[in-house]
């Protein structure tokens, strides 16, 4: 009989924390902070510190001034942005604590830029949104992994966690492999988090990072999901680079010089919404494309994207090196030139559904998720992908309020009771997890661009009806059925394998969760049922494995304990 | 696919691009205490190895046209 120590090498900790990225550092050292005693360890898949995608975006933090009135952000949000999804009480804690949590990164040796009265610097999307944005730099996480070794926070590098291990309904770690070695590693710990981020299906350059094997590892360990209809965020991109195009939303002209735009989004909205996609779809359909960006008239390419880069609001060394090199070759590989832009929908997706609490604690005792792995789940954000959920600066703001938040839960858990894991179940899914490599069959690229070519078009994933998602459903549970065939040659391929099951499941949540919500809100747009309907769906979707099959079930938004009803 | 350039004359073997690659191109040759490119079809362009190689030594050649685009319509 298999004993742990034959299975590969076994860690301990406390507390284990699975992804050094923004979230994941930010509860370390909240977990420190909270109990310095706590063994904390963190593993990730490539490099603690270097990983994730805060290092990678804008630099940009939302936070909420007294001045702009936490009232009017709650107001604003539920109206405009997640339409009456929202966990109110959530959003309005999120509000409150988000300056506070500007000065706790500060303290961690993340460089927050101040001006001479020593308030934040800040810049707004757009000028009436009761939100601001501070300004970072893109060193931050690698000064945050720096300040976590201070404080006695272990890492190890180059691990990919793929299975939770259980005793009874107990999370008491977890399994996985080192990248490099393919070695077997163990880990037993009082209480897991899930900090790996969300579900990109890695279309966009840059943004592909995330792979949801957290997600993926969560609901094999039975957790619940919610608000997996929402994990499918387009942002604008030029045709020819692929580079993202900010605020192209605002802009869309058809080949006979129509402002398409204006027709759904008459006003300046907050940030990208999927009607204006569905325009585009639609005119494309009609033959009137290719549909342009006027980028002479782009307001917030012009005016908000520029703040960003002008010495007179913050000199970030990083990410000007950052945002110069990448821009700049995508400028200078560009086909085309003079304002009109020819510009398509890229699937960031940004599926986050783990179901967590007002702490971060999953449906599974003993596990907790945080930033990108449970901002839909968390239902923050109402109805839309999160991040950024139509609040840029969500992203990080998320990421920091809820490794916050959960390390005191998550610490108190993992001293409460130290499950043992069972050696015959870590033997039964460590055979799962390096199945691949044994066998020969469908390569993992392949099956990631089968998945691309189900969650990227416009009439599957984003304007949806039942007849399409029927159809794209039907396409994804026949990957699903080949999953059993990935193969991979070595342990870079073998962690592929499980990206690309983690992306089948991913997409099997989408479209199970969008076909049973028939009404259209926020970024849940349906040509079958048009209309919001608050009667039958101001619900929250819940996801939850019933026997090997996905069960969907409905919940009441307790919107009467909230300030604001529809 | 992304083409990665390397002028392995100026490489100190500090290994920062091995350690800033967030999506597993690199490994590193202990030996020749250099790095291999070992994945670079999975090269998503981040140009973090280019941007803190501090030899300045490595250069990213992002192959736009080659990006997979799935028909969206």
């Not at chain 1, 702009?68 to 109206?79: A, T």
């Not at chain 1, 005793?167 to 880990?187: N, S, W, Y």
């Not at chain 1, 997409?507 to 309907?533: C, T």
């Amino acid at each position: 009989m298999a004993t742990l120590d034959s299975l590969g090498t076994v860690l301990t900790a406390d507390l284990l924390i699975v992804g050094g990225g923004i979230a994941g550092l930010a509860c370390a050292i909240s977990a420190k902070e909270t109990d310095p005693d706590v063994d904390v360890l963190v593993l990730d898949k490539v490099v603690a510190g270097w990983g994730g995608k805060a290092n990678k975006g804008g630099g940009n933090i939302v936070f909420m001034d007294p001045a702009d009135g936490i009232d009017n952000f709650v107001d604003f949000h539920v109206h405009n942005v997640g339409e009456f999804l929202e966990d109110q009480e959530l959003l309005r804690d999120f509000g409150n604590e988000s300056r506070g949590n500007l000065e706790r990164l500060e303290s961690w040796g993340v460089h927050i830029y101040r001006d001479d009265a020593g308030e934040p610097k800040y810049v707004r999307w757009l000028p009436e949104q009761p939100w601001r944005l501070a300004v970072l730099d893109q060193d931050l996480t690698l000064n945050m992994a720096k300040h976590a070794r201070k404080l006695g926070v272990r890492f190890m590098d180059r691990v990919e966690i793929i299975d939770l291990l259980k005793d009874g309904e107990r999370v008491c770690g977890a399994i996985g492999f080192g990248m490099v070695d393919g070695a077997c590693v163990v880990v037993q710990a009082g209480a897991v988090v899930l900090a790996n981020g969300n579900q990109c299906y890695k279309l966009m350059p840059r943004w592909s990072s995330a792979g949801g094997e957290g997600i993926a590892a969560a609901w094999r360990a039975g957790a619940a999901m919610r608000g997996a209809e929402f994990g499918n965020f387009i942002n604008w991109v030029f045709a020819d680079t692929k580079e993202v195009c900010q605020g192209a939303e605002d802009v869309l002209y058809n080949t006979k010089g129509e402002n398409i735009s204006k027709r759904v989004r008459p006003t300046l909205e907050s940030d990208v919404a999927s009607k204006e996609v569905v325009e585009w779809w639609n005119e494309v359909k009609a033959g009137n494309g290719p549909i342009c960006a006027n980028m002479a008239e782009n307001y917030v390419n012009n005016e908000i994207v520029p703040a960003f880069h002008e010495d007179k609001l913050a000199v970030r060394p990083v990410s000007m090196k950052f945002w110069g090199l990448t821009i700049g070759k995508a400028m200078a590989a560009s086909t085309v030139h003079g304002p009109m832009q020819p510009v398509m929908p890229g699937l960031n997706a940004e599926l986050s559904p783990i179901k967590v609490d007002h702490q971060m604690a999953t449906t599974v005792p003993g596990l907790f998720a945080i930033g990108d792995a449970c901002y839909a789940g968390a239902c923050l954000a109402g109805a839309v992908p999160a991040p950024p959920g139509r609040m840029r600066g969500s992203g990080l703001g998320f990421a920091t309020f809820s490794g916050v938040r959960c390390a005191p839960a998550a610490v108190a858990a993992a001293r409460a009771a130290a499950g043992q894991p069972d050696a015959a179940q870590a033997e039964a899914l460590k055979a799962r997890i390096f199945a691949p490599l044994g066998r020969t069959g469908m390569a993992a690229p392949d099956m990631v661009r089968a998945v691309q070519d189900v969650m990227a078009p416009v009439g599957y994933a984003l304007y949806k009806s039942a007849d399409r998602m029927e159809e794209a459903l039907d396409k994804v549970l026949a990957l699903k059925a080949q999953v059993p065939t990935l193969a991979a040659g070595d342990p870079h391929y073998l962690a592929a394998c499980h990206v690309a099951e983690s992306m089948v499941l991913g997409a099997e949540m989408f479209y199970r969760a969008s076909l049973v919500r028939e009404e259209s809100r926020g970024w849940h747009l349906r040509e079958d049922f048009p209309q919001r309907d608050d009667a039958k769906f101001l619900k929250w979707i819940e996801l939850r494995d019933a026997d090997g099959e996905m069960a969907v079930s409905l919940h009441d938004v307790p919107v009467d304990t909230y300030s604001l009803r529809p | 696919m992304n083409a990665i350039q390397i002028d392995r004359d100026r490489c100190s073997g500090c290994q920062t691009c091995y350690d800033a690659c967030f999506v597993d191109v690199y490994r590193w040759d202990a030996e020749a205490d250099q790095p291999i490119i070992a994945y670079p079809e999975d090269c998503v362009e981040c140009n973090k190895c280019e941007l803190e190689c501090p030899e300045e030594c490595i250069r990213v050649v992002p192959d736009f046209p080659g990006i997979y685009w799935p028909e969206v319509v």
